[in-house]
């Protein structure tokens, strides 16, 4: 079941957002549900995780601390440049901003797997990144939104450390003290559940965007295009920061895939819970390309591998 909803995230995704918009009473109705869901995809996900990764920040802290660099603060800067050039809506900025400034994905352990990156090395740029969430996310929404919205930062903090934080730790505990034998227990079992709660987020909160998406105009596809346009850039420039500054394969795919792919389900969860529907666009619409585009990047990287190191070809 886990490996049919994998093969078919690309198309469920997307269906997901336009039965959202169709039934968006229903949607709403279930909005309660988002952030328990959420909680229970980051136990899900985290219970791969463990302490010992923490360790591998001795071995690369300026990687690490690059990588958290450019999530929070290079890919905001362009997705706030590229926003405010296409479009003159502030709302949107907010939007675009927020989808690439929420946390790197869980999944991306996934890719960097396929592409025979360094897993150890993943592992800690997802639990460090994880752990600063609560700190991270709330002054970049500071510094962006100002005074513009009103936001209840000290709410906003909780929520995160409630669904980020203490599912994260509670899985990495039991990750420990089962000496990691529950990831394939507990963790196999859980993995289709938790790839289901993706889809009815997106179901869910595709609801509050409804209003928006039923009359396709230009200014829609624009977001979809740019939304698009702004991850895939978000790729490249990883697999150039990899190549010319470290030029190892194996380093170069593990940052293309924790550099490239979001938590973009949260960055969702707090655009409908703090903000005006209208910037919760970019970020739902963010869901729709994640796997698509690392799974071509997969490609790429390893096309880029076969090139650094031809004894591959042997």
């Not at 989808?99 to 592409?115: E, R």
């Not at 003290?177 to 227990?185: D, K, L, M, Q, V």
Request: with cysteine; net charge positive; glycine share 6%.
């Amino acid at each position: 079941m886990n490996k049919r909803l994998t093969k078919l995230m690309p198309i469920l995704t997307p269906l997901s957002l336009v039965l959202g918009v169709i039934f968006e009473d229903i949607g709403a109705q279930l909005a309660f549900l988002v952030a328990w869901l959420f909680a229970f995809m980051t136990f899900a996900g985290s219970l791969s995780l463990d302490f010992q990764a923490l360790k591998v920040f001795t071995r690369y802290p300026y990687m690490i601390l690059l990588t958290i660099i450019g999530l929070h603060v290079i890919m905001p800067l362009w997705a706030y440049f590229v926003s405010t050039v296409v479009f003159h809506d502030e709302l949107l900025t907010f939007g675009f901003i927020l989808s690439v400034a929420v946390p790197t994905g869980v999944t991306s352990f996934i890719w960097v797997s396929i592409s025979r990156g360094n897993k150890a090395l993943c592992l800690s740029i997802i639990l460090v990144d994880t752990l600063l969430a609560p700190l991270v996310m709330p002054a970049i929404v500071h510094l962006v939104v100002g005074k513009a919205i009103d936001i209840n930062m000290s709410s906003l903090i909780v929520d995160l450390v409630w669904m980020v934080v203490i599912p994260s730790v509670l899985g990495m505990l039991l990750n420990e003290y089962t000496h990691g034998r529950i990831e394939n227990t507990l963790g196999k079992k859980l993995a289709p559940f938790s790839k289901l709660s993706l889809f009815l987020i997106v179901f869910i909160n595709s609801s509050v965007i409804a209003p928006y998406v039923k009359d396709i105009s230009w200014e829609l596809v624009s977001i979809i295009v740019v939304v698009f346009f702004i991850a895939v850039s978000g790729y490249f420039l990883w697999l150039l920061l990899g190549h010319f500054i470290w030029r190892d394969p194996e380093i170069v795919s593990t940052l293309v895939f924790t550099g490239g792919m979001r938590n973009i389900a949260i960055g969702v969860v707090i655009a409908s819970s703090y903000f005006p529907p209208k910037v919760a666009m970019p970020v739902v619409f963010g869901m729709l390309f994640q796997q698509i585009i690392a799974s071509q990047f997969s490609r790429i990287v390893e096309k880029y591998r076969q090139r650094m190191t031809p004894a591959d070809n042997a």
